[in-house]
C-alpha cells in the first residue's frame, strides 16, 4: 500500500508542476535557519510514526512554510490516504491548493473539509506560525470556511463567498478572526454591489477593538466604512525600496480605489502587488485574480 501512495504522490507532483509555476517566499537568513530547524524537528517526530496525523499534518505545515507546496500536498495526500475522516488534512491540502492556483481542488478539499465537521465541537488550530503573544486566533471551522469563501471569491463566485463567509463569521468568536473574516466578506459584498448588506456588517465595526493580529484588517474596513484616509494608508504601505510591505492590505486598498472609480490608483496598486515579492500571500493572489477579471 505505502508504495502505491508513494507513486500516486509522485504522479501528482509532476501534474501540479505542469500547472504551476512556484515562487518561493523571500526569508531572511534568520527566518530560514529557525524554518529549517523546525522542519528538521518536525521531520524526526514523523519518522518515529510515519501514520500519526498530527506528525503528518506538522511536517506538512512546515515544509509549506519554506515554500515547498508542492510536497506540502504530497504529504497531506498520503495523510487523507491514511485518515480519510480527518477534516485537517484536507483543510491544510486545501491551503495549499489555494497557494497554487489551483482553485477548483481547494474548493473540492475546503467542501469536503466542512463536511466532515459538520455538527461537530470547534477546535483551536495551533499557529505555526504564532502572532507575538502566541495566542492562536482562529479555529479548525474558521479556517475552512474563511478558506473556502476565498477559493469561491477567487473563482468569481460572490454568491458562494458571501454565503460562506457569513457562516465563518458566525464562527468567529474572537475580534481578530471576526475582524479577518469581515474584511473579504466586505470585499465580496461591495464588488456585488450588495451596499446595504455591506453597510450593516461595516456598523459591527468597533475601531477601538485590541487586536493580536488583525490591524491592517480594521485598517480597510475603518475605511470602507469612514472613507477617509485612503491616501495615508497608501502612504503607509511603502517601503524604501518602492515595495508593498503588506499585499493583502494593499489589495482591499486597491478595490476601494477600484470601486470609488479612481481606477489610475487602483491599476497602480494592483501592479505594484503583482511586481512584489508575496507570490504566496492572499492578496497577490487575489490580484491575480482581479486582473484576470477584467
Known amino acids: 500500500m505505502r508504495y502505491f501512495i508513494l507513486v500516486f504522490c509522485f504522479l501528482l507532483s509532476n501534474h501540479l508542476l505542469a ?41 506538512g505545515r512546515r515544509t509549506a512554510y519554506l515554500g515547498e507546496y508542492i510536497g506540502a500536498i504530497d504529504l497531506f495526500t498520503r495523510g487523507i490516504v491514511i485518515h480519510p475522516s480527518d477534516a485537517r488534512m484536507y483543510r491544510h491540502r486545501g491551503h495549499r491548493y489555494l497557494t497554487i492556483r489551483n482553485f477548483d481542488k481547494a ?45 469561491y471569491f477567487l473563482k468569481g463566485n460572490f454568491q458562494k463567498a458571501i454565503k460562506t463567509y457569513e457562516k465563518c463569521l458566525t464562527l468567529s468568536k474572537n ?11 466586505n470585499l465580496v459584498l461591495q464588488l456585488a454591489r450588495k451596499s446595504a448588506k455591506a453597510n450593516q456588517l461595516l456598523a459591527t465595526i468597533n475601531p477601538n477593538k485590541i487586536l493580536l493580529e488583525s490591524g491592517d484588517y480594521l485598517k480597510i474596513l475603518m475605511l470602507y466604512k469612514n472613507h477617509t484616509g485612503a ?56 490580484a491575480e485574480a482581479q486582473i484576470n477579471r477584467r
Do not use: C
Not at 19 to 42: F, G, M
Not at 43 to 50: L, M
Not at 175 to 185: H, I, K, R, S
Open 19 to 59: 500547472q504551476t509555476s512556484i515562487t518561493k517566499p523571500v526569508l531572511s537568513e534568520t527566518a530560514r535557519k529557525s524554518l529549517e530547524e523546525k522542519l528538521a524537528s518536525a521531520k524526526k517526530i514523523w519518522q518515529k510514526d510515519t501514520t500519526n496525523a498530527d506528525a503528518i499534518i506538522w511536517l
Open 175 to 185: 475580534d481578530d478572526m471576526y475582524m479577518a473574516t469581515a474584511n473579504w466578506l
Open 231 to 286: 491616501d495615508e494608508l497608501y502612504a503607509g504601505l511603502q517601503t524604501e525600496n518602492d515595495n508593498l510591505s503588506d499585499a493583502t492590505t494593499a489589495f482591499g486598498l486597491a478595490m476601494y480605489y477600484h470601486l470609488n472609480q479612481q481606477k489610475e490608483k487602483s491599476n497602480l496598486l494592483i501592479k505594484k502587488i503583482l511586481a512584489g515579492n508575496q507570490w504566496s500571500s492572499f492578496g497577490f493572489i487575489a
Open 107 to 151: 474548493i473540492a478539499d475546503f467542501e469536503k473539509a466542512a463536511k466532515l465537521v459538520k455538527g461537530k465541537t470547534d477546535e483551536i488550530e495551533p499557529d505555526g506560525m504564532p502572532n507575538a503573544q502566541n495566542i492562536p486566533t482562529s479555529t479548525l471551522q474558521t479556517n475552512i470556511y474563511y478558506h473556502l469563501g476565498l477559493a
